[in-house]
């Protein structure tokens, strides 16, 4: 697990992406400013995400809680290029994104982002080395072999060396994890979004993933933003932010202006 | 790796992965055995005219092709022989015509008389004695797939054609024409068959010299002789077959089957490869939020679709050689010209996209915010 950690950045295969100045130190990897999503049935348009305006900073892990449907996977994949945002601008490195076609938006995705989705959601055709690579080379071409040895020597840090050739369906549901948290990392990403990562996982599982997320965090290029309404994973968080019925009610950052600090020490202890 | 990928998916789902590529099959197989016996078809019905060694073809006055010719008078041969590009000029007669068999009853035969000694537009492929038979008085020769129609005679037997005695002398091999059995017998028996007078004949073959401009020639003829109808031997073989295919419905059942083995063969490919998708739906949109473009999807449904076409077509021509082994030699008749698999193989493909197209549709509305839900 420590290789994890301890592998040097240049020793890492990292495509050029269209924004240079991705993971700066000292800037915001993210900036959403005023950033509203609306969604609509044909007759009432809803407003699911009211807004925002947000810096997530690398070297920290923020924790975003909140309960179901209170707009939090809304935010996320906002700030992951999924979602295009009905209102606002999204900066990525202090460049503007928002604009950035489809395609644009899927090869910085593909380039600087790393995703960790709730129960892995590995594809079952792959085997769990392919599973790791599959993004890499999604946009044609060949896995470069700087490529695969990292992805190897991920999965091999993550305590899944035995199963590199394994199919997902072989693995627990905490290798699972751990094999999607290696495809997340395996283009050295800027901002790792992990959406639920602890929700299918026993309590040991969620607590190795957890461990294995904080230190990604600890990176000064890298951010982490993690979506959960787990309670085991708030004391891992630098930054807390609970959100409402679409909107952050309270942000551990500036506690004091957008909340009491009542409200904060509940959350704290939720 | 998006090829990779491609392929993985396949395999993983095996069971609609086989499901398409049993109707890649259906559509190689069917199709292709449909076309096969058409062709075959198709060359069984101008088989007289494109063995009969003769350039230029003329037939009555106002009638296009054998079937529908009436007679000319067979002095027409002696005024051919006046022009220099002409190597030889030979009157035949074509007639329908009754045999009778051993049990009685009559059996229609047709009627192929051929002039002695060159016996120009005679049997041209013998299985037992040689086509010399013909100059002999009553000696006929019948083809061994017809035997049974014919009630199996015997070399030696004789039988009766509209009340004349023939004698079977030999037979052929694949020397046959579309429709009633083909009986070779050379012209004075055949005059005497059919009551068509020594003057007059149906057709008349030319053979022109080597080097002479066929258009040129048929040009001349049709001058010579304006009171007829002068035809290459590939005019008239084509008009045969339009004649054939129009007449006798040949034509709209082949086209129609052909066409229910398309669309079964493209209603597999759809319905398997759009249940392929949607089963997928979770991993097409978690590859989209990896960094998938439309087009990276595109690509994967198409390799998707190459795959089980290349896969399909192996089997479909795997069968299809089986098939056309099998009837190798038999009475029903298949021909696949060389440039027909390729043709197929490239339509088979064609379909195989069109197949995919729905999938394709489903799999590129396929949101990335998906992988969230």
Known sequence: MDTLMESPKSEVQSPKSDVQSLGAPGTPVLRLEEVTRDFSDGRVVRRVLKETTLDILPGEMTVLAGPSGSGKTTLLTIMGLVLKPSAGRVFIGGEDVTGFSEDRLASLRQQRFGFVFQQAALIPALDVLDNVLVGTAIQGGRVLPRTREKALELLTGLGLKDYVSARPQQLSTGQQQRAGIARALVSDPILLLCDEPTSALDVESGRVVLDTLKRLSRDPRRGVVLVTHDPRVFPYADRLLKMEDGAIVYDTRTANQTSGPEDAKDTKQT | ?373
């Open chain 2, 1 to 373: 790796m998006r090829r990779h990928s491609a392929v993985r998916m396949l395999l993983h789902d095996r069971s609609t992965t086989a499901g398409a590529v049993l109707g890649v099959v259906a559509i190689v197989f069917l199709v292709g055995q449909q076309l096969a016996v058409m062709f075959g078809l198709l060359t069984l019905m101008s088989a007289l005219v494109d063995n009969s060694g003769a350039d230029i073809w003329i037939l009555s006055q106002n009638s296009n092709n054998t079937s529908t010719a009436g007679d000319l008078p067979s002095r027409y041969v002696d005024r051919l022989a006046g022009l220099a590009d002409i190597e030889w000029a030979q009157p035949v007669i074509y007639s329908a015509a009754q045999l009778r068999l051993r049990s009685g009853k009559f059996q229609s035969v047709q009627i192929v008389g051929v002039t002695r000694p060159a016996l120009s537009g005679g049997p041209w492929r013998m299985a037992q004695g040689g086509n010399d038979v013909l100059l002999e008085y009553d000696g006929v020769t019948v083809d061994k797939l017809d035997l049974v129609d014919l009630g199996n005679p015997q070399i030696g037997q004789v039988v009766e054609v509209n009340g004349k005695r023939i004698r079977i002398a030999g037979y052929t091999e694949g020397s046959r024409a579309f429709g009633p059995a083909v009986v070779f017998v050379n012209s004075t028996k055949a005059r005497e068959i059919t009551g068509i007078p020594a003057d007059r004949c149906t057709n008349i073959l030319v053979k022109l010299k080597p080097g002479v401009d066929v258009r040129r020639a048929q040009a001349e003829i049709g001058e010579l002789l304006p009171k007829t109808t002068v035809l290459t031997a590939s005019e008239l073989a084509g008009n045969i077959r339009v004649y054939n295919l129009t007449n006798t419905g040949i034509g709209s059942s082949f086209g129609f089957s052909t066409l229910i083995g398309i669309l079964v063969g493209v209603v597999i490919i759809t319905l398997t490869m759009y249940t392929n998708v949607l089963n997928r739906q979770r991993d097409f949109a978690v590859l989209r939020a990896l960094g998938a473009r439309q087009r990276d999807v595109f690509a994967i449904i198409l390799s998707q679709a190459l795959t089980i076409g290349c896969i399909g077509l192996l089997i479909g021509f795997f069968l299809l050689a089986g098939f056309l082994f099998g009837v190798k030699g038999s009475r029903l008749p298949a021909n696949l010209p060389l440039w027909l698999p390729p043709a197929h193989a490239l339509f088979t493909f064609l379909l195989c996209f069109l197949g995919s197209a729905l999938a394709l549709r489903r799999a590129l509305k396929i949101e990335p915010a998906s992988a969230f839900r």
